[in-house]
């Protein structure tokens, strides 16, 4: 068939793949589009690693050794992938090095490989969406990413899926996955989102009347519980907290306003001043000025007997200084004749020694022959004595007055202060006379005044009490409010072009289209059927699973992955249309290798007719056909591990 036959470049095709060695040598895979490309070669010549690369490009997040196997993760520092998306040109790279494992290399431009799915799903034009986390949407508690890798899995089927749709895949996701290829994700996702939100609002409901019916009754309880105690209005509302906040507010300021009056009465009374109501009988008001002349003298005595007692001392001091004085005058004198009987060994100026009994004078010294009077020497210490004598005699004389002087303070002192404990205790006395009548009173003010301040520390907690409640009645309010709106929102458009119905039909036909040749042989002699509302795929009257063997099952994909290279033509650009298939091994199941050379004839006529790509690997000999099918020899073997 020509080239004009053949659809559009939409999706993704893959041009080349490069493994590079960790000496900076490389393996290199070309590719063609419109045709069969098979990878040929023994076990462990890195078939299925190839398609592994592609895949481990495409956003795969598992580590090295995980995606591509221990033997390729230590061979390889990195892996790269050259495709065209919708006609576009891109190089994809993972680095198999620390550091970069985690990132996809987009012409030479990192990009994380948890954005990787949003990247692509743009550039290929499919719906972004989010499903619900489960069958039902509205049992469902959370929504899930419909990602890139989920459709992926549908068009590479590995060693581990050809009897399945996809390896160890949700049923939830597998629904979503073919109705994003039928081409009716936008709208079914779009219910079931509103059908998981609907849900959610009426949880979010439940709890909220739950919460509301629980704060209701707590509240009445805890402010009637408070209002009791504190003898308060029951209050029912903010505003009637309000008021009777205001209310004690104007009644405390009365008291308080009351028990300033009285404090201002007692003030004058105990500064002496009379009161306003007159003078009680039997007060003397020349009591209080009388303390304070007593006080006064009384202060007054007392810095004189500190200042006397200060004075004495300093007598005393300066009388033990002359005495002292005194002693050593007579000491000196004593030690004149005791010291003139001493030689003199050595000079003290030249320190030569000196001899005692060289030849001199009775009457002067043998050192410098100068006459000595025994009279000169102790006529000066005698004076002195005299003179200190007399010195102590004065002192003596002057401590004794002011002893007495001291003494006399200190009983001034004392006569003052009994007086003034005697006007301390009659006025005291008096003043308790004229106090005794408003101490009942200001007692009783005071206790009114803490009884009020008391009840105003209880409007903040009934206020939060009250706004609790109001919150939980918003709150309710705003869940009831979301169901409803959720609950008036009109039905998701309708997809454009053909129905859900239709499209599932069109699908079918086509399976059946490429099982008709096979009934009889692998195939059963039943057609294939979809249910568009579960997207249950049946055979017969039976679910697919139910109702075929293993051959059956591996002919059953085959004929699903031949279909979806002819949802652009068959349907429109609704669909999640790939144009690419990846298929690993397709001998599988013991089904007969003529059959499976048959079926990939089909396939390299299906890609060479719509224009797309088909990659497989095998063992066995592939068949023949230059124009239509591309052998790639696999020239690597693996040590088997």
């Known amino acids: 068939m020509s080239q004009l036959t053949r659809s559009t470049d ?14 900076g040598e490389f393996d290199e895979y070309n590719f063609e589009s419109g045709m069969l490309n098979i990878l040929y070669g ?18 795969d997040r598992d580590n090295p050794v995980g995606a591509l196997g221990a033997a390729v993760a230590d061979e390889y520092v990195e892996v790269s992938t050259e495709l065209r998306i919708d006609g576009r040109s891109y190089t994809l790279s993972r680095s198999l090095t620390h550091g970069r ?4 290399a987009i012409n030479n431009e990192d990009v994380l490989v948890s954005d990787f799915s949003d990247w692509i799903l743009g550039e290929l034009g499919w719906p972004n969406l989010h499903i619900p986390l489960g069958l039902n949407p509205a049992t469902a508690t959370q929504l899930t990413p419909l990602s890139f890798r989920n459709t992926l899995r549908h068009i590479h089927r590995n060693e581990e899926s050809w009897i399945s749709f996809a390896n160890k895949e949700q049923e939830f996701t597998r629904r979503a996955v073919v109705s994003q290829l039928l081409g009716f994700a936008r709208t079914r996702t779009a219910d079931a ?3 998981f939100d609907l849900a959610q609002a009426k949880r979010r409901l439940d709890e909220a009347q739950a919460v509301d019916r629980e704060v209701q009754e707590s509240t009445v309880q805890a402010v009637a519980a408070v209002s009791e105690s504190l003898q308060l209005p029951l209050a029912r509302s903010s ?7 205001q209310e004690v507010l104007t009644e ?4 308080r306003r009351r028990r300033r009056q009285l404090t201002t009465e007692i003030q004058s009374i105990t500064e002496g001043r009379s009161a306003p109501t007159g003078n009680p009988a039997g007060y003397d008001p020349t009591l209080t000025s009388a303390y304070s002349d007593v006080t006064r003298q009384l202060k007054q005595a007392t810095e004189e007997v500190a200042a006397l007692a200060e004075v004495l001392e300093e007598h005393r001091r300066s009388a033990r200084t002359v005495t002292a004085e005194i002693g050593r005058m007579e000491r000196l004198i004593s030690s004149i004749g005791v010291f003139d009987t001493l030689p003199v060994r050595q000079c003290p100026a030249c320190e030569q020694a000196v001899d005692p009994h060289r030849h001199h004078a009775e009457d002067s010294c043998y050192v410098c022959f100068q006459t000595v009077d025994d009279d000169k020497r102790k006529r000066r210490a005698e004076i002195e004595i005299r003179s200190l004598r007399s010195e102590l005699e004065d002192l003596d004389e002057v401590t004794a007055r002011t002893g007495d002087d001291l003494e006399s303070a200190r009983a001034l002192q004392g006569e003052l202060q009994s007086r003034q404990t005697e006007l301390a205790q009659r006025l005291n006395e008096e003043r308790a006379a004229q106090l005794a009548p408003f101490v009942a009173t200001l007692e009783e003010l005071s206790a009114q005044i803490a009884r009020l301040e008391h009840k105003l520390t209880a409007f903040p907690a009934i206020q939060a009490i009250l706004a609790r409640r109001d919150q939980a009645r918003h709150a309710l309010v705003f869940a009831q409010h979301a169901v409803d709106e959720l609950g008036n929102q009109l039905p998701a458009s309708q997809t454009t072009g053909r129905s859900a119905v239709d499209r599932c039909s069109v699908f079918a036909d086509r399976m059946n289209s490429f099982l008709s040749e096979f009934q009889g042989d692998v195939w059963v002699r039943s057609d294939v059927s979809i249910r568009h509302s579960d997207l249950t795929f049946y055979v017969g009257t039976r679910p697919w699973d139910q109702a075929l063997g293993a051959e059956a099952k591996v002919l059953f994909f085959l004929a699903y992955s031949y279909a979806t290279l002819f949802l652009e033509r068959d349907l429109d650009r609704e669909c999640a249309f790939a144009g690419l298939l990846l298929l690993d091994n397709p001998y599988q199941q ?5 059959v499976v050379r048959r079926v990939l004839m089909k396939l390299a006529e299906a890609a ?12 066995v000999t592939p068949p023949k056909d230059p124009r239509r099918i591309r052998e790639i020899t696999m020239p690597t073997v693996y040590a088997a591990p």
Do not use: F, P, W
């Not at 494992?101 to 996809?104: A, G, Q, R, S, Y």
């Not at 505003?239 to 906040?245: C, P």
């Not at 060479?608 to 063992?619: L, N, Y």
């Open 252 to 255: 405390l300021e009365t008291v």
């Open 239 to 245: 505003a009637h907290v309000a008021a009777a906040r």
């Open 10 to 23: 939409r999706g993704i095709r893959i041009s080349k793949v490069r493994l590079v060695h960790q000496s």
């Open 590 to 594: 013991g089904i007969d290798q003529n």
């Open 193 to 195: 989102k509103k059908e």
């Open 608 to 619: 060479e007719e719509t224009g797309t790509q088909v990659i497989s690997t095998q063992a």
């Open 101 to 104: 494992m985690n990132k996809v």
């Open 42 to 59: 023994v076990r462990n010549s890195s078939k299925s690693t190839t398609l592994r690369v592609i895949d481990y490009c495409l956003g």
